[in-house]
């Protein structure tokens, strides 16, 4: 007898190819402020909420942001509330995880979704590998991810890197670039998110002096910059409409005219554009032209969030333990106690976040990983100051994990009367890391 399938398993095909079939499912709201909605999972993943960028978009006021998600898993289709404020719910029981029958109706907010498991599945290609440049990961959408990024770095065509922050689309494309024949070329950045229109027009296609107020000089564009190599256009979803023609016009004819010039210059570039926003729905939105979208969108490539790959996190964290303590054996200070702990967390600031805690881990061994973990946890729920909120989530993280940091050294060097050695024995770090970490937050040791 033929071994059952699994609603969602990696198959093997021959001795070098492997295969993720993965199960699909349909939702529709059947009830509610926003009956009539629907959307069919793409990928493995479908979310429901509020955000324009959700796949299953809600306009009910008493739903989240980013409420829910169902998960192709192994075990079957899996419901996972978001950290919803309302809740999720499945015949009157509030959800946090739960593996789904073949039809299910879920509450969320006001709203009554109807889950359908469909038959067919949609098979993905893996990469034999577990790591594409600094990028890891033996999970299978990480390798299916490394399969696309491999077939990215043969060709010379445009890439679209989709994917929460954190989740390392540089990282992606730098390596697309290092295993391409451009390699020996100039990889260039602009993060099309960090300056104004005017100035990013003259950042991408450079101006000629006078061009407007300020310009004294001739200044060479990021395009014209990355001839031969590859441009990389970070958060390319910020880029204002009014610039999106002429990077269309770009792209099409790989032609630039810098500000201020009347003369056409060509150059030969590699676009790899990357963006956490849902272009898709931003086309839909008219906020992103659609004839750009899919002109950057030749090879699109999805890097996974780290909650959908938990069997990665203890590999990861002990690579980035190995860099950070080379003369140490990872597993001595990242034990499996701690590895399991850091792998039940929901990591919403995905690998950047977990480099962050490894690090606090390396530089204070003397607190529980329990205590890093819900200051991370508290980090996030609790009201942000004013000041936070004019920040970035990860400016606004970092800087109240920086808080922490003080307060458990000015506790520490408190009981202990500011006597370095007797603090840095209780920390369990050298008083070398103890002493910078001091003055690193202008205190006072002995």
Same mark, same amino acid.
């Given at each position: 007898?033929?071994?059952?399938?699994?609603? !969602? =398993?990696?198959?093997?095909?021959? =001795?070098?190819? $492997?295969?993720?079939?993965?199960?699909?499912?349909?939702?529709?709201v059947?009830?509610?402020?926003?009956?009539?909605?629907?959307?069919?999972?793409?990928?493995?993943? &479908?979310?429901?909420?509020?955000?324009?960028?959700?796949?299953?978009?809600?306009?009910?006021?008493?739903?989240?942001?980013r409420?829910?998600?169902?998960?192709?898993?192994?075990?079957?289709?899996?419901?996972?509330?978001?950290?919803?404020?309302?809740?999720? %719910?499945?015949?009157?029981? #509030?959800?946090?995880?739960?593996?789904?029958?073949?039809?299910?109706?879920?509450?969320v907010?006001?709203?009554?979704?109807?889950?359908?498991?469909?038959h067919?599945?949609?098979?993905?290609?893996?990469? +034999?590998?577990?790591?594409?440049?600094?990028?890891?990961?033996?999970?299978?959408?990480m #390798?299916?991810? %490394?399969n696309l990024?491999?077939?990215?770095?043969?060709?010379?065509?445009?890439? &679209?890197?989709?994917?929460?922050?954190?989740?390392?689309?540089?990282?992606?494309?730098?390596?697309?670039?290092?295993?391409s024949?451009?390699?020996?070329?100039?990889?260039v950045?602009?993060?099309?998110?960090?300056?104004?229109?005017?100035?990013?027009?003259?950042?991408?296609?450079?101006?000629?002096?006078?061009?407007? !107020?300020?310009?004294?000089?001739? /200044?060479?564009?990021?395009?014209?910059?990355?001839?031969?190599? !590859?441009? %990389?256009?970070?958060?390319?979803?910020?880029?204002?409409?009014?610039?999106?023609?002429?990077?269309?016009?770009?792209?099409?004819?790989?032609?630039? #005219?810098?500000?201020?010039?009347?003369t056409?210059?060509?150059?030969?570039v @590699?676009?790899?554009?990357?963006?956490?926003?849902?272009?898709?729905?931003?086309?839909?939105a008219?906020?992103?032209?659609?004839?750009?979208?899919y @002109?950057?969108?030749?090879? @699109?490539?999805?890097?996974?969030?780290? /909650? =959908?790959?938990?069997?990665?996190?203890?590999?990861?964290?002990?690579?980035?333990?190995?860099?950070? +303590?080379?003369?140490?054996?990872?597993?001595?200070w990242?034990?499996?106690?701690?590895?399991?702990?850091?792998?039940?967390?929901?990591?919403?600031?995905?690998?950047?976040?977990?480099?962050?805690?490894?690090?606090?881990?390396?530089?204070?061994?003397?607190?529980?990983?329990?205590?890093?973990?819900?200051?991370?946890?508290?980090?996030?729920?609790?009201?942000?100051?004013?000041?936070?909120?004019?920040r970035?989530?990860?400016?606004?993280?970092?800087?109240?994990?920086? +808080?922490f940091?003080r307060?458990?050294?000015t506790?520490? &060097?408190?009981? $202990?009367?500011?006597?370095?050695?007797?603090?840095? =024995?209780?920390?369990?770090?050298?008083?070398? !890391?103890? %002493?910078?970490?001091?003055?690193?937050?202008?205190?006072?040791?002995?």
């Amino acid at each position: 007898m033929a071994a059952k399938l699994l609603p !969602t =398993e990696v198959v093997r095909r021959s =001795e070098n190819v $492997e295969t993720w079939l993965l199960q699909q499912a349909h939702a529709k709201v059947t009830r509610g402020p926003d009956k009539g909605r629907e959307a069919t999972m793409q990928g493995g993943r &479908l979310v429901m909420g509020t955000d324009p960028e959700c796949d299953l978009v809600l306009t009910d006021t008493s739903a989240s942001r980013r409420h829910c998600e169902l998960a192709a898993e192994p075990s079957g289709l899996v419901l996972r509330d978001l950290g919803s404020t309302n809740g999720t %719910f499945v015949a009157d029981l #509030r959800i946090e995880k739960a593996t789904l029958p073949p039809q299910t109706i879920l509450v969320v907010g006001r709203n009554q979704v109807t889950v359908c498991v469909q038959h067919e599945r949609e098979e993905r290609p893996l990469s +034999r590998h577990e790591r594409f440049g600094e990028l890891l990961g033996r999970s299978p959408a990480m #390798r299916h991810a %490394f399969n696309l990024l491999d077939a990215a770095a043969q060709s010379d065509s445009t890439v &679209l890197l989709e994917g929460e922050s954190g989740t390392g689309k540089e990282l992606a494309a730098r390596a697309i670039h290092a295993r391409s024949t451009r390699s020996e070329g100039p990889f260039v950045v602009v993060d099309c998110g960090a300056m104004a229109p005017t100035l990013l027009e003259s950042e991408l296609f450079g101006h000629e002096k006078g061009a407007f !107020t300020g310009a004294t000089i001739t /200044r060479e564009g990021a395009l014209a910059a990355a001839h031969r190599g !590859t441009l %990389f256009l970070d958060e390319v979803g910020e880029l204002e409409l009014s610039l999106q023609p002429k990077l269309l016009r770009f792209l099409e004819r790989r032609e630039l #005219r810098p500000l201020g010039s009347n003369t056409l210059k060509t150059v030969d570039v @590699r676009v790899v554009a990357a963006t956490h926003r849902r272009l898709e729905q931003m086309t839909a939105a008219k906020s992103f032209r659609e004839d750009l979208y899919y @002109r950057l969108a030749v090879i @699109r490539v999805r890097l996974p969030a780290l /909650r =959908e790959r938990p069997e990665d996190i203890a590999m990861l964290a002990l690579a980035m333990a190995a860099k950070l +303590r080379p003369h140490l054996d990872p597993q001595r200070w990242l034990d499996e106690a701690t590895l399991t702990m850091l792998g039940g967390y929901a990591w919403p600031g995905n690998v950047r976040e977990l480099r962050n805690v490894v690090e606090r881990l390396a530089a204070l061994p003397g607190v529980s990983p329990e205590t890093l973990l819900r200051s991370e946890k508290s980090s996030e729920s609790a009201p942000l100051e004013p000041a936070l909120a004019t920040r970035s989530y990860h400016e606004a993280k970092d800087q109240v994990l920086e +808080r922490f940091e003080r307060d458990y050294l000015t506790a520490l &060097l408190k009981r $202990e009367q500011g006597v370095v050695v007797r603090a840095a =024995e209780v920390a369990g770090v050298p008083r070398q !890391t103890l %002493f910078r970490l001091i003055k690193k937050h202008g205190l006072k040791g002995e």
